[in-house]
């Protein structure tokens, strides 16, 4: 059973930084792209940055380019995602998730963690 955790979140002032984790148990973990999303109150989910297999290739939503930046530990079965320059805006439940492709479908979702950004 494959199992994706987040952690990192918190409460962060306006213009701080946080930096979210998401260890996946899969045993090919280097094999898949993974994805960080968010959801705010009353708002859909929606798709922050992502990264291939490899590392090698990365996106990102027009909203956090610049401020934000997906890496990952294949040795480590972990991804990350450094948040800088936080808005309020970016508060959200951020989630973590497996794919074959960094355009999706993705597949395995982690419970997510609380972002939360005081003006």
């Known amino acids: 059973q494959v199992q994706v955790v987040e952690s990192g979140g918190g409460l962060v002032q306006a213009g701080g930084s946080l930096r979210l984790s998401c260890a996946a148990s899969?045993?090919?973990?280097?094999?898949?792209?993974m994805g960080w999303f968010r959801q705010a109150p009353g708002k859909e989910r929606e798709f922050v940055a992502a990264?291939?297999?490899?590392?090698?290739?990365?996106h990102y939503a027009d909203s956090v380019k610049g401020r934000f930046t997906i890496s990952r530990d294949n040795a480590k079965n972990t991804v990350y995602l450094q948040m800088n320059s936080l808005k309020p805006e970016d508060a959200a439940v951020y989630y973590c998730?497996?794919?074959?492709?960094?355009?999706?479908?993705?597949?395995?979702w982690g419970q997510g963690t609380q972002v939360t950004v005081s003006s």
């Open positions: 990264i291939s297999w490899s590392g090698g290739s990365t």
């Open positions: 998730a497996t794919s074959i492709a960094t355009t999706g479908p993705y597949n395995y």
């Open positions: 899969i045993r090919t973990f280097s094999s898949y792209a």
